[in-house]
C-alpha cells in the first residue's frame, strides 16, 4: 500500500479521463458558494488546465488530486493550493460528488492527503476556509484534526449579501 493509497479512496494525479467529472463539480452552480469559483468553465479551459499541471506543487503553486475509490470509481477532487514554501503552508481544498458523500471518502482523503503533505512535501500546516453555512464541511475538517483558529467576518460573498468563514488549521508533525 502506498502514502497515497487507502482502505476507502487512492489519490492519483488529475488525467485527462477526469475531465467529465471535473467539469460537472466546477459547473455545478449549488457548489460555487463554497468555492472560489463562481464562473462556468468550460470543457477546453479544464482540458488545458490538466494538460498544462505538472503536477508538482513547487512548478505550478497547487496541487490537484483526484480522489477515486479503491474500485477505480472517481468521486472528486483534493487539493493544496496558495502553497507557501517560505512558510511551509498550503490551503486545502475538497469536493466529493454529492451522491458519494457519508461515505468516509473525504476524511480519508484528507488524512492521505495529510501524510503526504508530511512525508514528500515536508508542510508544517495544512489550512481551510470554509463557510459557517457548510455545516458538513466544518464537521469534516473538525473530525479531520483541523482546529477552527479564528472566524473571518463577511469574508464570502453569498446571494443575499455576505456570510462568515470559518479557518480551519492542521499543524502537521513531522
Not at 133 to 148: I, K, P, Q, T
Amino acid at each position: 500500500m502506498g502514502l497515497l493509497d487507502g482502505e476507502l479512496v487512492v489519490l492519483r494525479a488529475v488525467e485527462p479521463e477526469d475531465i467529465d467529472l471535473m467539469y460537472l463539480l466546477e459547473n455545478d452552480t449549488s457548489l460555487w458558494q463554497y468555492g472560489n469559483s463562481n464562473v462556468p468553465y468550460s470543457r477546453y479551459a479544464l482540458g488545458r488546465f490538466i494538460e498544462q499541471s505538472s503536477g508538482d506543487i513547487y512548478a505550478d503553486g497547487q496541487l490537484r488530486l483526484t480522489v477515486r475509490t479503491c474500485q477505480g470509481v472517481p468521486v472528486g477532487f483534493v487539493d493544496l493550493q496558495d502553497f507557501d514554501h517560505t512558510h511551509s503552508r498550503a490551503e486545502v481544498g475538497i469536493v466529493i460528488l454529492p451522491e458519494m458523500q457519508g461515505r468516509g471518502y473525504a476524511s480519508e482523503a484528507l488524512r492521505l492527503l495529510s501524510r503526504y503533505a508530511t512525508a514528500v512535501l515536508r508542510l508544517h500546516l495544512l489550512y481551510a476556509v470554509v463557510s459557517e453555512d457548510n455545516v458538513r464541511a466544518c464537521s469534516l475538517f473538525s473530525r479531520s484534526g483541523y482546529r477552527h483558529s479564528c472566524t473571518l467576518h463577511e469574508w464570502l460573498k453569498a446571494d443575499n449579501g455576505y456570510t462568515d468563514a470559518r479557518l480551519y488549521v492542521k499543524i502537521l508533525t513531522q
